[in-house]
């Protein structure tokens, strides 16, 4: 099984979606058929991405436009030394979250979501081939979450009518670069469901 390279797929959803499960199961996939591939995540590990994460952690969030300046400032740093470099080797590039989140999330929190994708288009970040957003209420996502440790920080992510709000964002936004995957089916399943349709849409 080939892929035409480079490939740079994103995925997204709310949170508990399994989304970090199963970009973690692809890559590992990837890796043993002998394909060149690149797990990313956004937040990064970089000195704006361990700013964000304490800003998530602490007590109180700063605005949303404060956080989607953290955001950009994140996602330059990812794009010009971990996604660029990967593209430029033909690498596959997974996504795990990206400028979609923040249309969404920060969106949730006020901010027009166009406006965020706009600024993003506008400082010249890669466009995903695919977007795989798994769908998933936010009753069960929080039933997922409810049985990890999440410290004791501000929870506004994890709040049912904040999360309904950010659904409705990611289906708003989900254009014919989107497939949307059912969220609730078993692991295994959608590994299955987004492996074959990624062999089929960028099969060599």
Partial sequence: MTLRL??????????????STLCARLHAHFLSNKLPSVLLREPTDGIWGRKIREMLKGPELPDAAEQ???FLMDREYDVENNI???????????MDRYFYSN???????GIPPVSILEENVRRGFPIPQRVYLLDLSPEAA???????????GNDLFEKQEFLQRVRAHYLAMADERFSVMDGSAD???????????MERAFGA
Avoid: M, N, W
């Avoid at 660029?84 to 997974?94: D, K, M, Q, S």
């Fill in 68 to 70: 989607v300046r953290l």
């Fill in 6 to 19: 480079p490939l740079f797929i994103a995925f997204e959803g709310i949170d508990g979606c399994g989304k």
């Fill in 187 to 197: 692991p295994e399943s959608l590994f299955r469901a987004v492996r074959d349709d």
């Fill in 103 to 109: 249309a969404a999330y920060q969106g949730a929190g």
């Fill in 142 to 152: 929080l039933e997922r979450i409810s049985g990890r440790d999440t410290g004791t």
């Fill in 84 to 94: 660029l470099p990967a593209i430029r080797h033909r690498r596959l590039v997974l």
